[in-house]
């Protein structure tokens, strides 16, 4: 099946700094998906992207479909971005319709 | 419009009891899939439930299953509980079948197995 891989597996910023999650992906896929995990376990969903790049407030994100892998930007970080960042993706064909997650980045974000 | 919502939110119970979670999915949405997250295997898919039907099943013993009502709603089912089986169980929902289809997380069920 289709393997993701996520880098780095942990990082640490000072507040405001600026940092960049990558995801690669070992095949095409139909649907790539960022989601923040908070600390009660919820998923939230921060970016849906199987191709391009999209903005919301301090976060953006990339994906270079042709390259397989995609990138998640946080600039001036808070404290509050603190957490575990996870990209998921779907593909078609034998692997059926289901998320394929990487291992996650776990952000600490220090005041 | 309400979210993915999960019941119970925390259950405890011992090993070789059997557990049923349930999860109501986006008014709307008619795809349900879950997945359990453990520390070690991280984020795994158990199942998808469209129509009632189990689409695509992930890689676990058959003492996980689960259903889907006709009001969309899916409940999962563990029986004779092992140790290993204590994780997060996150259910998702999305529109339709399609893979492009975005995904959206409930808050889960932890469970943890004495």
């Known amino acids: 099946g289709i393997q993701v891989e996520q880098s780095p597996p942990d990082l640490i910023l000072q507040e405001g700094a600026n940092s960049t999650l990558r995801c690669n992906f070992s095949d095409s896929v139909n649907n790539l998906q960022w989601f923040h995990q908070n600390p009660w376990g919820q998923l939230i969903n921060l970016f849906y992207?199987?191709?391009g790049t999209k903005q919301n407030g301090r976060l953006s994100a990339t994906t270079v479909a042709t390259e397989r892998y995609s990138l998640l930007y946080i600039s001036s970080s808070q404290t509050t971005d603190s957490g575990v960042y996870f990209c998921?993706?779907?593909?078609?064909?034998?692997?059926?319709?289901?998320?394929?997650f990487g291992g996650g980045t776990r952000v600490l974000v220090k005041p | 419009k309400a979210g993915v919502t999960q019941t119970p939110r925390y259950l405890i119970k011992t090993r070789g009891q059997q557990v049923t979670l349930s999860c109501s999915p986006i008014?709307?949405?008619?795809?349900v899939s879950w997945y359990q997250q453990t520390p070690g295997q991280g984020l795994q898919f158990l199942f998808e439930y469209f129509s009632e039907t189990q689409r695509n099943k992930g890689n676990f013993p058959g003492r996980f299953s689960g259903r889907q009502f006709s009001n969309s709603r899916s409940e999962m089912n563990v029986s004779t509980l092992e140790l290993g089986d204590s994780a997060l169980y996150l259910c998702?929902?999305?529109?339709?079948?399609?893979?492009?289809?975005?995904?959206?997380f409930g808050p889960g069920t932890r469970l943890t197995v004495l």
């Open positions: 008014s709307g949405h008619r795809s």
């Open positions: 998702a929902s999305k529109v339709g079948q399609r893979e492009r289809n975005e995904q959206f």
């Open positions: 998921a993706v779907g593909s078609s064909g034998a692997a059926g319709n289901k998320l394929t």
């Open positions: 992207i199987p191709s």
